[in-house]
């Protein structure tokens, strides 16, 4: 094709990189082909193998090739639903479940269809932004703080909606907890005001509780249940059936949201059809649960509490200001009490001194630009999940489970954690020097 | 929710419908349900089971939960730049391959990163014409005729083009061969003749030949002979490995066209994010082929043949318009003989056409407005599909592939095909009376 020919890209893709959680998963595959020791604390990938009995369910479902109905298998619609029901105590029905290839295929359909202004507090999930930018959706961010736990307040959403001279304009609020990328999630009673305050302005809410199994003391509740009229939930297998590279996430629309999932199964069925048909067999098993999965999820729960409170006392010793987690496997890293020391060391964003980070150690952290926090910001997550989950399961076992986990054994199990997050204590100090030690 | 809120939709998806095609699937299915015996010639789905060594395949990778990298499995991206280098003589490069969950999403992301007009010979597949709306790009339909085997010709592309002051406008051809909806194939000497155009006003070519290895004498040529450096190729499992409902297809672009390449990855990576990670291990097996594969393709072409001819010869001797088809499945009915004689039976469109016909006799065919025709016209699509495609496979295999299949075999193993058309015609004759028979 000759030269003369301008690139013909639309303007909401151009300078569009790769969504930054993959692409530095990319880069640290290069660096261990370079020979570097690397730490990868970049992707947040479960560290846990998929149940057994789902991937029993998949090989059984290995010859299903018809193309499902496009709101996805009925037998999954209805364990989903049943999922949400018992876990959630809401009324999810099949007929408002819409299953994707993963919530993430879900939320862009869903901006696609929607329309109104988005509400994202942040730090926020990485994929937020730029879909809403792709699709040319007009966004408002939601700064939260360290004080607050990165959290938005019932206050702080009145301000923001108040702000702009039409109450009733279409808002979808999307809230994610807990959260990616702090770890920390809402009680009940913060749920509960911030439902009042959609209530009152009519703000569609889509509630993000893909690591809702995953609180650490299984205590997960949901908007839903306060705010039931208005609240989208999504979920999938990603997080706490270990199966991202599966690709299947889940809707549950209220029954005034009906002309929502409508809308997004009218775009679905011109985009990705439908969800694949064995891993919607298989997924079957996943949201029916059982005993086996029960178990994975407390021995999962179990070992990523521990290790997080063990990483946020190193770090917090270190100086970093970080909130002990409380669901995933993240940490929201501040590392504002060293801005001047890290200044002269030429470190002035956040992405400096990940990148530096990363040279001078092998240790990747994401930059808190990358969730939606200002360039200047020093903050940056680390995903703990650079274990071996099976490794780890299988030692939890010999625990019974109503009892802690013995305090060496993220040391034994997840060692090359326990040396990152240490590298990271080691490499500020070296960075900041007397000053922090 | 309060219903003084009105429903807040893009106008772009406003009045969307679900995919024609999938939408009488459903509705072949509750008719079903009520009792009646149906005739599916709707939904163009493989009859056939995917390969043995292919489902043998995903059963091994069912423990397979990593996230794979946006573009694909570099093995699988690998099989398939091998794959059509053999197959279509083209210089597909690994690097320039990208796998997504089904090509119909592929066909999505690049109207969405690509910013120009989008050209549509029709009939055409029914998903092109809804995802350029729901994008809001601007289409230029450009009809063809029974006359010319509802192809394009090179001189129908220049008046298209020429027709607008603006001969350098990014363009993009959707090119689809063997076709749906007309089962009928460009010639090598018609494909460089549209190549010729294509090169001279730099128009892309998305060049759809996902039934390229269901050319009924396994010859199919891809137009990225002649217009290498402009044409983007697609396929997919969906039709000739019969696996339509794993959802992966893939495209490779030249490296002209690297920049859109790179652009879908990043809208990728904030949608999908990458194809199911058991389904791709599979699929490389698939795509790097052999014996057993081979045997099950030269099986396959050879009842869709014998099918095909034999449909086309009743409907034709019933006085329909029809060319017999020479790849996949379909057959593009014209029923325009009868306009008067149908007209004073109230119908006078196609879709008035096939909801009588399906009411009437329970076979389910969809109208040609579906394909981007005119509401006006009489024409329809026929999937000959509604047959046991395991159990004709194995009566295949009786026969020795030199030879071909006995006269009596698809009313022996295609019976409900042999069934609905005989209906169609009988229906035919019943609506327009002495003036047919």
Chains 1, 2 share one sequence.
């Not at 690397?38 to 090739?65: I, R």
């Not at 199964?265 to 985009?271: K, R």
């Amino acid at each position: 094709m000759n030269t003369n020919k301008p690139v013909s890209l639309s303007l909401n893709v151009r300078g569009l990189g790769q969504s930054a959680t993959l692409a530095i998963k990319d880069r640290c595959r290069a660096l261990v082909q370079e020979g570097q020791t690397v730490c990868d604390f970049g992707l947040g990938q479960s560290p846990f193998p998929v149940p057994t009995v789902v991937v029993e369910a998949l090989k059984l479902a290995a010859s299903e090739k018809e193309y499902l109905p496009v709101k996805g298998l009925p037998a999954l619609r209805e364990a989903v639903a049943e999922f949400h029901r018992l876990k959630d105590h809401t009324d999810a029905h099949p007929d408002r479940v819409i299953v994707g290839p993963g919530s993430k295929e879900l939320m862009f359909l869903l901006q696609i269809v929607y329309y109104g202004e988005i509400l994202i507090p942040t730090p926020c999930w990485v994929s937020y932004i730029p879909k809403a930018r792709i699709i040319g959706r007009r966004i408002s961010l939601v700064p939260t703080s360290y004080e607050d736990h990165w959290k938005i307040t019932p206050e702080g959403l009145l301000k923001t909606i108040e702000m702009v001279n039409d109450h009733l304009r279409p808002r979808l609020l999307v809230l994610n907890y807990p959260s990616n990328p702090s770890g920390l999630t809402y009680t009940a009673d913060e749920l509960a005001e911030i439902a009042e305050v959609a209530r009152r302005f009519q703000v569609v809410v889509l509630s993000d509780e893909i690591y809702g199994q995953l609180h650490h003391r299984g205590e997960h509740v949901s908007i839903a249940r306060f705010y039931p009229e208005g609240t989208i939930l999504s979920s999938g297998l990603s997080k706490w059936c270990g199966a991202g590279g599966w690709r299947l996430g889940t809707f549950v629309f209220p029954p005034d949201l009906d002309w929502l999932c409508d809308a997004m199964a009218a775009v679905a069925s011109e985009t990705y059809t439908s969800v694949s048909a064995p891993i919607q067999h298989a997924a079957v098993h996943a949201f029916r649960g059982g005993v086996e999965i029960e178990r994975y999820l407390w021995h999962a729960r179990r070992i990523l509490h521990a290790l997080g409170r063990r990483c946020t006392r190193t770090l917090s010793e270190a100086g970093i200001r970080v909130h002990a987690p409380e669901g995933g496997f993240y940490l929201f890293l501040d590392f504002s009490p060293f801005r001047e020391a890290l200044a002269r060391q030429g470190i002035g964003s956040g992405i400096a001194l990940c990148n530096r980070l990363l040279n001078d150690t092998g240790t990747a952290i994401l930059p808190g630009s990358v969730f939606g926090r200002s360039r200047e910001e020093l903050t940056a997550r680390l995903a703990y999940v650079d274990f071996e989950g099976a490794r780890a399961l299988a030692a939890s076992e010999n625990v019974p489970l109503d009892q802690d986990l013995p305090p060496d054994f993220p040391d034994r199990w997840c060692e090359k954690v326990i040396a990152g997050k240490q590298q990271i204590a080691s490499w500020l100090s070296t960075m900041t020097g007397d000053e922090v030690a």
